[in-house]
């Protein structure tokens, strides 16, 4: 049976230059007038503040790999140091090592637009552009959200980006700190350990935030690490609407 040809419709706020917001869909062509509409008005009500430069694109989406959500797991924390505990105790269970070192990582994150590729035995830093880091993009949940669905829903959103991420040749984990001041919740990924919420990773106000993605395997590999995590558009099967 043939479905209806899907697109990628991606969102891109910044101010002054910084990165201020960004989202994106995979929808059927009926559905991208909406997408636009709805990401247009969350770039213009991000909590990081204005964008001067909001840039809305749409493209086919070509193939498609679908793949399963991460099962969650709550873990229960109430401050941002045992959150960081939790996540580093977590990692090092999953057979990270050096997770210190990795965690102190975390202060330079800070302004880049994407994530951090970080070869988890070495720490040698992999992405081609460090003042940005790698985006994973082309991706949404399978089950379509409704099309005005609104403000940004960081649960929905953040599984799904780790489920595609933990499918990209050559990752092993994945850490998360959200860069909105108030929202408190990250979480640490792996194919074993699944998607483990941490309910309090950073302080409430903290406008600092980011992500890594660890990644082992030979150097011949990080191509095609990276062009998964770009290029093949993804849609993750499972995604519950709250955690
Ligand atoms: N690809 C790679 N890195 C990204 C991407 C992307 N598509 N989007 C954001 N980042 C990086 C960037 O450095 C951001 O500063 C940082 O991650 C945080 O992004 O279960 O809201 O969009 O409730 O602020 C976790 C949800 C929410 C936990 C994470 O991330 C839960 C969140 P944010
Ligand atoms: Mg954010």
Redo the contacts with the bound molecule.
Sequence with gaps: MDSPPLFCVKMRASAGGAHVS?AERVVPAAAVPAALAALGARALAHPKGTPDDIRLRVEPAGEILRVPALPVVLERTATAAEGMARAAELLAADGVSRVPEIMALFRE?YA????MLLDADTLERLEPDRAR?????RMDAAEPAAADAGAKN??R???V?ASKVQAAPGIVAEI?????PD?V???VASKSLGYR?IATIKERGDPS???IFLFRGPRSLVPDCIRFLQEQTVLVEGVPWT?
């Design positions: 960004g994150t880049m637009r994407g994530a880091g790698v985006r994973a993009t960081h649960f959103e953040a599984l980006l998360c700190v959200s860069d909105d929202y919740t990250g979480y919420r935030g980011g992500r955690p």
